[in-house]
């Protein structure tokens, strides 16, 4: 019986706790970057340039196959790096 008591008390604590914390207990949430996402696009296509030479290399694929490819994650990844600089704010040289 003592046992069962115990276990109410606790979950009634628990339940207390969980729903009544204050918010100024709750630490602040990282800033979001309003550039993580592009800066994640563009990790992905540098990575995708990079497997993508490394099975040109093994011979996975042709030369034209190759050339279109790269052409093509070259200009999405100079569209990313476009709009990254459009949204980060310019420092003047001193």
Not at 27 to 50: G, Q
Not at 52 to 64: H, I, N, R, T, Y
């Amino acid at each position: 019986m003592s046992l069962v008591i115990v276990v109410v008390v606790l979950l009634a604590a628990t339940l207390f706790f969980t729903l009544f914390v204050r918010d100024k207990d709750i630490p602040p949430a990282d800033p979001v970057s309003p550039t993580k996402h592009l800066d994640d696009r563009r990790a992905a296509i540098y990575e995708n340039l990079r497997d993508l030479q490394f099975e040109f290399l093994v011979g996975k694929l042709s030369d034209a196959d190759y050339q279109h490819t790269k052409l093509s994650l070259q200009k999405e990844l100079a569209q990313v790096v476009a709009e990254i600089e459009k949204m980060t704010p310019k420092v003047e040289a001193v």
